[in-house]
């Protein structure tokens, strides 16, 4: 079965700490997103990479930063957590032209 | 800007067919319509493309018209576990890294 994992399911911080959001896959794949979802706002993507080390800005790329030091791993990060960065963070791989995998989500927290 | 528009909601009986549409009237010709759902708290799940056809599988019907300008997916025998968000999606399949972009989608509720 295809798998894509995340670090956490639910995550509390506080403003200004930096925060490192995990996503792993298990297919091989060489593409990873990262959304972030928002009542009323659908899924919005944030980054993408397609390959090691590549990476490309979503939609809304400020306040985020991503690696992808690994194929099977892809971290999104918050320089310095901010309020209106509270939302779910989702992870998805694609491994072909059709369609996406999801991860089960992070809802993050900033206080 | 959104590329498709679908009801915020609807509902439908257990047991009974469910067809959810979605209007793309602006769809270029190589762009493949995708359905996703997303069942509470977990994330979107895969359910069906096409390009002009209809298709068929084992979870639902998607019928696109001919001018593909709507499309429809057919949930044939709604369960309780078919409650969900369902998203329609247009996009471009030029590279395997093409942008998926969700919008709001449509709230369905199934009832006994």
């Known amino acids: 079965d295809v798998k894509v994992t995340q670090s956490s399911r639910y995550l509390v911080k506080r403003t200004g700490e930096k925060v490192f959001l995990e996503c792993v896959q298990d297919?091989?794949?060489?593409?990873m997103f990262w959304y972030r979802q928002d009542p009323g706002l659908g899924l919005r993507l944030i980054y993408f990479?397609?390959?090691?080390?590549?990476?490309e800005k979503g939609d809304i790329p400020e306040g985020y930063s991503v690696s992808r030091e690994k194929k099977e791993r892809f971290s999104l990060i918050l320089e310095s957590a901010s309020t209106n960065q509270t939302s779910m963070y989702l992870c998805?791989?694609?491994?072909?032209?059709?369609?996406?995998?999801f991860g089960p989500g992070t809802r993050l927290t900033v206080t | 800007d959104a590329k498709t528009t679908q009801p915020p909601s609807m509902d439908c009986a257990e047991g009974r067919a469910a067809n959810l549409p979605c209007n793309h009237s602006t769809i270029s010709g190589n762009e493949y319509v995708y359905w996703y759902r997303q069942i509470h708290s977990q994330g979107p799940q895969y359910i069906i493309h096409g390009l002009k056809n209809n298709e068929t599988n084992e979870m639902a019907s998607l019928i696109i018209t001919e001018d593909r300008k709507s499309s429809t997916l057919i949930l044939p025998h709604a369960t309780l576990r078919d409650t969900a968000v369902y998203y329609c999606i247009v996009r471009v399949v030029t590279d395997s890294w093409g942008k998926f972009q969700f919008g709001a989608g449509t709230q369905v509720v199934v009832t006994p």
């Open positions: 297919m091989d794949h060489e593409n």
């Open positions: 998805a791989s694609c491994g072909s032209i059709y369609e996406q995998y």
């Open positions: 990479s397609y390959d090691v080390k590549m990476k």
